[in-house]
């Protein structure tokens, strides 16, 4: 099967080949039956209407295709003109089936109805005026409805090719960006593997000497790995606390966790939460004053309560780092739909109490006091 046999081109020479087929098969009868004799009279129409049956054929055949227009309507009308001598009232009935012939030529020809009917139309009056009356309404009626018939057909198979066409040209365009993003991403993956290699050679080694700078490399290696393994997206609490801590103690924080189960929440929730108590955590590390810090997680009364605190100097509300502690990890939250508690005080260390509603009808403006219990 050729390439192009569902298109426009395929379609364009299945017409051409059933146009050839149909008049070197008429032309075939005629010729037999000049031969036999049983077509008597008016001989030099009868050769004028093969050859140019034939020049016809070849015309079509060597430009594979139904063009141009004016040739079928020129055989409409060279047609018309031979009914008009040659006709069943002569005794040629030969010009009758042979008008229906092409008919079907011109109407799988010509994409223009109006030229289908003006060419047909000549043809239509000089074979019905030419057979005996009994016959002519079905003549009449008969030459122009297989015209369109062919005409329609031949229109329908052209549109369905176009459509065919513009799909394949979409696909071939669609399988050109899927093999280039293929390709960048084959690209992407070799380089972030070498990237990974790099980033556990920097923590493992001890090469990088700023505790800080080697926590967010592990961090990031964390993730890369993640996202090659193809687990990159929402992670549970749990998996999300205890990357944060993995982090901490990689800046040389000393962080007990006591961390239970909890229903899925929205992605967006779990990245405040766990972004909060990062920041809570990288706090202690700057301004606390000490190496050492918990983080608990708990469900009370339909609400994801979240605590990290630390044994450090503490602060006073409203003063020193605390303050755009409180802002910062609060605009965090309240974004979430949660609410955040800020308990410290000088040398009582700080304690961070996150609470997030696990549905959201709950809403907000819920806390916790330092026993746990729900308070609103």
């Not at 009626?141 to 057909?153: D, F, K």
């Not at 700057?286 to 044994?311: F, I, M």
Request: aromatic letters at 6%.
């Amino acid at each position: 099967m050729r390439p192009y046999a569902l298109g426009r081109k395929g379609t364009e020479h299945s017409l051409m080949l059933a146009l050839v087929a149909l008049r070197a098969g008429y032309g075939v009868q005629l010729v037999a039956a000049a031969v036999s004799g049983r077509l008597d009279g008016f001989p030099l129409f009868l050769a004028a209407a093969v050859v140019e049956a034939t020049a016809l054929v070849v015309w079509v055949a060597r430009r594979r295709a139904l063009s141009p227009g004016w040739i079928f309507v020129a055989d409409a009308v060279f047609v018309a003109v031979t009914a008009v001598f040659c006709s069943p009232a002569t005794g040629q009935w030969w010009t009758y089936p042979y008008a229906y012939v092409v008919v079907v030529g011109a109407g799988l020809a010509l994409a223009s109805a109006p030229l289908l009917v003006g060419s047909i139309t000549p043809l239509t009056v000089a074979v019905s005026a030419g057979v005996p009356q009994p016959e002519r309404p079905a003549v009449a009626v008969g030459l122009p409805v297989i015209a369109v018939m062919s005409w329609y057909v031949a229109r329908t198979l052209r549109n369905y090719s176009d459509e065919v066409d513009a799909a394949r040209e979409k696909a071939v365009e669609a399988a050109a960006d899927l093999a280039a993003q293929q390709e960048r991403a084959a690209h992407a993956e070799l380089i972030s593997e070498r990237v990974l290699r790099l980033f556990d050679r920097l923590t493992g080694e001890h090469q990088v000497a700023d505790p800080q700078l080697r926590g967010h490399v592990a961090d990031q290696a964390v993730w890369l790995r993640r996202y090659l393994e193809g687990e990159d997206g929402p992670s549970t609490v749990r998996e999300s606390l205890t990357a944060v801590i993995t982090r901490a103690r990689a800046l040389g924080l000393e962080v007990v966790s006591d961390l239970a189960d909890s229903p899925p929440l929205p992605a967006g929730s779990v990245a405040a939460m766990a972004g909060a108590v990062q920041e809570a955590l990288a706090n202690v590390v700057k301004h606390a004053g000490t190496r050492h810090a918990q983080v608990t997680a708990r469900l009370l009364g339909g609400r994801l309560v979240v605590r990290v605190a630390d044994d450090g100097c503490g602060f006073t509300r409203g003063h020193g780092p605390g303050f755009g502690l409180g802002q910062s990890i609060e605009g965090r939250i309240e974004s979430a739909g949660g609410t955040v508690i800020i308990d410290s005080a000088p040398g009582r260390g700080v304690t961070v109490e996150i609470v997030l509603p696990l549905s959201p009808e709950m809403g907000t403006g819920a806390g916790t006091d330092a026993s746990g219990a729900v308070r609103p």
